[in-house]
């Protein structure tokens, strides 16, 4: 049974920075892909990046790039997102997802695509 745990979520200010860790277990990590999405108060689903299957590439929405940064730790299973100069926008719900097929160099960035979610973790973020 595939799991994932995310963590690093609370509160921060303008400006300020935080880390999110996501551990995948029960399934191989490598080929796969992994993406972060997130859901703000009365919004839909949407996404924020992906650590594409090749364990290399990383993608970004317009809404983050130059503020966040995918990685994954490939010997621990744990996929990161560091996001720095956070703003009130960033509010939200932040949910990693497993891809269970292998990617390749495809970008997934759709929600559709991802079979296994973490329960999400909580960031707000004050002006």
């Known amino acids: 049974q595939v799991q994932l745990v995310e963590s690093g979520g609370g509160l921060a200010q303008a400006g300020g920075s935080l880390r999110l860790s996501c551990v995948v277990s029960?399934?191989?990590?490598?080929?796969?892909?992994v993406g972060w999405f997130r859901q703000g108060p009365d919004k839909e689903r949407e996404f924020v990046a992906i650590?594409?299957?090749?364990?290399?590439?990383?993608l970004y929405a317009d809404s983050v790039k130059g503020r966040f940064t995918v990685s994954r730790d490939t010997s621990n299973n744990v996929v990161y997102l560091q996001m720095n100069s956070l703003k009130p926008a960033d509010t939200a719900v932040y949910f990693c997802?497993?891809?269970?097929?292998?990617?390749?160099?495809?970008?997934?960035?759709?929600?559709?695509?991802?079979?296994?979610w973490g329960q999400g973790t909580q960031v707000t973020v004050s002006s």
């Open positions: 997802a497993f891809r269970a097929k292998e990617s390749g160099s495809v970008w997934y960035w759709r929600s559709m695509d991802y079979d296994y």
């Open positions: 650590s594409n299957g090749n364990g290399v590439g990383t």
């Open positions: 029960g399934r191989t990590f490598n080929s796969r892909s």
